[in-house]
């Protein structure tokens, strides 16, 4: 998947600055595509280019001039392209992982601080996840809200987010108790 159609796929929300698009990708589609703000400020000028995204410009005292982004009839158009194409396979790629691989024979210290690092950075985005779930939510309940929200894409890859994360957290406490345990039994075994 192109970074446009993530980016069309958040302008859906309404017209959005590149700084809100950045701050944006962070609430919203960042649990399943991460941008830097300068590949995403290059997009915008690609997309712009392309006709896929209109831009205006909105005079302020004291800041900068700042151009806000919406979708253009083909930009909607390319979006509902990309939603009829079948996705590709997801495909992990993980540097931790290979660490763990690699732990008979690595730095098992190591490792462990680094899932445990991956663990608290887990949890530290589910909690922002969580929050987000609860605003979006308003006090209704999940059915309420899916009944009469105007857009439920939003909320169901936030619950895609949260089952990703919730899985971290399950999978990184248990491989730290495995090698707690298998070092306890090592530690055992030689004395």
Not at 110 to 123: D, Q, S, T, Y
């Amino acid at each position: 998947m192109a970074l446009r159609n993530a980016v069309l796929a958040a302008l859906l929300e309404g017209e959005a600055s590149g700084y809100d698009l950045s701050k944006g990708f962070d609430a919203s589609v960042a649990n399943f595509w991460m941008a830097t703000p300068q590949q995403l400020y290059r997009e915008l000028d690609r997309m712009e280019s392309d006709g896929l995204i209109e831009a205006r410009v909105v005079q302020q005292e004291r800041r900068p001039n700042k151009r806000l982004f919406s979708l253009t009839e083909a930009g909607q158009r390319a979006l509902y392209d990309f939603t009829a194409e079948p996705p590709k396979p997801s495909a992990i790629r993980d540097e931790l992982m290979v660490k763990v691989q690699s732990v008979d024979k690595g730095d098992t210290e190591a490792v462990k601080a680094a899932i445990a690092e991956r663990l608290e950075w887990a949890r530290a985005k589910l909690a922002r996840y969580d929050r987000l779930r609860t605003r979006l939510l308003d006090g209704r309940t999940e059915d309420e809200y899916l009944a009469t929200a105007e857009r439920i894409g939003p909320y169901l890859t936030l619950m895609r987010g949260r089952a990703f994360e919730q899985e971290n957290i399950r999978w990184a406490e248990r491989a730290l108790t495995i090698l707690r345990q298998r070092s306890s039994a090592r530690s055992s075994a030689s004395s």
